[in-house]
């Protein structure tokens, strides 16, 4: 089965400043997708970022980029100049064409005025 | 926003009696998903549907029933309440023209008491 793994259960970040929330799956497909949810405190579930395996490059969507590392079944999102917004549970998601998304556990980031 | 609605959004009920929650999309979506969230587990699928009355388990169905009448709506179903079963449960849809991106209603909050 599927298993998407975040490892840090809480981050924090001062406001303006970078900072990289990890995510690494274990998988034997060759073509999938992942995925990067935000949920803030009013419970909705916000896609943040996708990428396909299948592509090389990096997705990237304003101030939210994802270190994509097919090799190491590796996928950090980075959040640069990070605001008081962006204070959220985080979670990694995976998924192939034909199977619901599996999630990991989440990572909470506080972020620091 | 893929035209989703749960309700109700939030409920109080006893152990031992019946709850359902219900789904309702407006984009004719063939994909529905329920999942439910906890504190420390991310968001596990329960049940989800390809079709209307075409169903599947997903990781945690244990309790749960559901059923698809109509492309629309997609119910799930506590049959006897029990404790653990307090949690939010979110419902989600697959995304017309972009078929792996899930998008998610905005929870209801389940208390068994």
């Known amino acids: 089965a599927q298993t998407v793994t975040q490892s840090q259960p809480e981050m924090s970040v001062q406001e303006a400043e970078t900072v990289t929330l990890s995510c690494t799956y274990d998988?034997?497909?060759?073509?999938?997708?992942l995925f990067w949810y935000k949920q803030p405190p009013s419970r909705q579930m916000i896609l943040v970022i996708r990428?396909?395996?299948?592509?090389?490059q990096n997705a990237t969507e304003n101030r939210f980029s994802v270190n994509f590392q097919k090799a190491a079944k590796s996928f950090s999102l980075k959040i640069s100049d990070s605001q008081l917004g962006d204070a959220a549970m985080y979670f990694c998601a995976y998924r192939t064409l034909n199977t619901p998304l599996v999630f990991g556990k989440g990572t909470r980031l506080s972020v620091i005025a | 926003d893929a035209g989703i609605t749960q309700s109700p959004r939030h409920k109080v009920t006893e152990t031992g009696t019946p709850v359902t929650l219900r789904c309702h999309q407006t984009e004719n979506h063939r994909y529905m998903y329920w999942y439910r969230q906890d504190p420390g587990h991310g968001l596990r699928l329960i049940h989800y549907?390809?079709?209307?009355?075409?169903?599947d388990k997903g990781e945690v169905s244990d309790g749960y029933s559901v059923s698809r009448s109509k492309t629309e709506d997609f119910l799930l179903t506590l049959e006897s309440a029990t404790s653990s079963q307090t949690s939010v449960y979110f419902c989600a849809t697959n995304v017309a023209g972009i078929s792996y991106e899930q998008y998610f209603g905005p929870g209801t909050r389940l208390t068994v008491t």
């Open positions: 549907s390809y079709g209307v009355k075409d169903t």
């Open positions: 998988t034997s497909e060759s073509d999938y997708y």
């Open positions: 990428q396909e395996a299948y592509k090389q």
